[in-house]
Nanobody, 123 residues
Framework: QVQLVESGGGLVQAGGSLRLSCAAS????????MGWFRQAPGKEREFVAT????????YYADSVKGRFTISRDNAKNTVYLQMNSLKPEDTAVYYC????????????????WGQGTQVTVSS
């Protein structure tokens, strides 16, 4: 069992930055590929970014490529999402996700979810 707790969300103006963190419980964090998803009101949950177990590989949705950076610290059982040049369309609840299958780009591959953190970008 893995428990995920996100933090770092908030209200920011367009063009600003936020850094999300996701702290995982347990001793097996490095066995999981990690990812971030987001869900805007009235829309389906969508993939944002993912990182491999070791942190050596990552992959991004086209909508955030070049603006967002995912990273992880296995010693601290934490995965991060640095979000720069934020846009109003980035407004959503952001969810941390863990997959025992490795990097995760689909909700069907997620084994554990965090509770979500709200990110609001004003224009």
């Amino acid at each position: 069992q893995v428990q995920l707790v996100e933090s770092g969300g908030g209200l920011v103006q367009a063009g600003g930055s936020l850094r999300l963190s996701c702290a995982a419980s347990g001793r097996t964090f490095s066995r999981y590929g990690m990812g971030w998803f987001r869900q805007a009101p009235g829309k389906e949950r969508e993939f944002v970014a993912t990182i491999s177990r070791s942190g050596g590989n990552n992959y991004y949705a086209d909508s955030v490529k070049g603006r967002f950076t995912i990273s992880r610290d296995n010693a601290k059982n934490t995965v991060y999402l640095q979000m720069n040049s934020l846009k109003p369309e980035d407004t959503a609840v952001y969810y941390c996700a863990a997959s025992g299958s490795g990097m995760v780009v689909s909700t069907s591959e997620v084994h554990y979810w965090g509770q979500g953190t709200q990110v609001t970008v004003s224009s």
